[in-house]
């Protein structure tokens, strides 16, 4: 199985609230990262954020890290019909030179 | 703005045809990575390029192939489509192989 997952695999919601998904993944690592993905176009870098570090922020966005429970989760507060995308979670394997493996994504979907 | 760029947006092959995907980067980054995406899942690694370093994916199929002539510029070459070959192929840049990886819009390739 993949290194990160993301739970859940699709989530639905109102314009103005928030959504929360979570990433799981099994090795230890130095960093993980959070990207978003438009239908249909690349993926755009949302956070990094490094294993000594344990929330992160940016604008509506709130990222975690348990190392311990070696999970993440990512929070888009007050969410917009903008926000309609994939987002995937991308971790390394630790050791120098291993590259980012990303997870199956979560599908969200903004109602206006 | 640097960024990086993929040409053609689409493109139409036929089965057994070659083509080429192509990839240019004005980040004068080190590192530049193909990924094949198939509808609703995660990007998947195909090689990346570290400098004129070329790392080849275990379970990437011989008929895909890439070339990088210069910093700026990543090929990727399929030399004879499958219609399983049919899916959205990505390329990315980043300065070191843990680093935010910056991805173009894509190339879908259709395989008739």
């Known amino acids: 199985s993949q290194q990160g997952e993301e739970d859940p695999q699709a989530l639905s919601i109102q314009e103005g609230e928030n959504a929360t998904m979570n990433c799981s993944y099994k090795?230890?690592?130095?960093?993980l990262q959070w990207y978003r993905q438009n239908s249909g176009r690349g993926l755009v870098h949302l956070i990094l954020?490094?294993?000594?570090?344990r929330e992160k922020h940016s604008g509506r966005l709130r990222v975690t890290l348990d190392t311990s429970k070696k999970s993440s989760s990512l929070l888009i507060t007050a969410s917009r019909a903008a926000d309609t995308a994939s987002y995937f979670c991308?971790?390394?394997?630790?050791?120098?030179?291993?590259?980012?493996?990303f997870g199956g994504g979560t599908r969200v979907l903004v109602k206006p | 703005d640097a960024m990086v760029i993929q040409n053609p947006r689409y493109q139409v092959t036929q089965f057994g045809k070659p083509v080429t995907l192509s990839c240019s980067q004005t980040?004068?980054?080190?590192?530049m990575y193909w990924y094949q995406q198939k509808s609703s899942q995660a990007p998947k690694l195909l090689f990346h390029?570290?400098?004129?370093?070329?790392?080849n994916e275990a379970d990437t199929p011989d008929n895909f192939q890439s070339r990088r002539p210069n910093t700026s510029f990543c090929f990727l070459d399929i030399r004879s489509p499958g219609l399983g070959d049919a899916a959205m192929y990505l390329c990315?840049?980043?300065?070191?192989?843990?680093?935010?990886?910056?991805f173009g819009p894509g190339t879908r390739l259709l395989v008739l």
């Open positions: 990315a840049t980043s300065s070191g192989i843990q680093e935010t990886q910056y």
């Open positions: 980040l004068n980054h080190n590192v």
């Open positions: 090795t230890s690592i130095n960093n």
């Open positions: 991308a971790t390394d394997k630790g050791a120098a030179g291993n590259k980012l493996t």
């Open positions: 390029y570290y400098d004129k370093d070329f790392n």
């Open positions: 954020i490094r294993s000594n570090e």
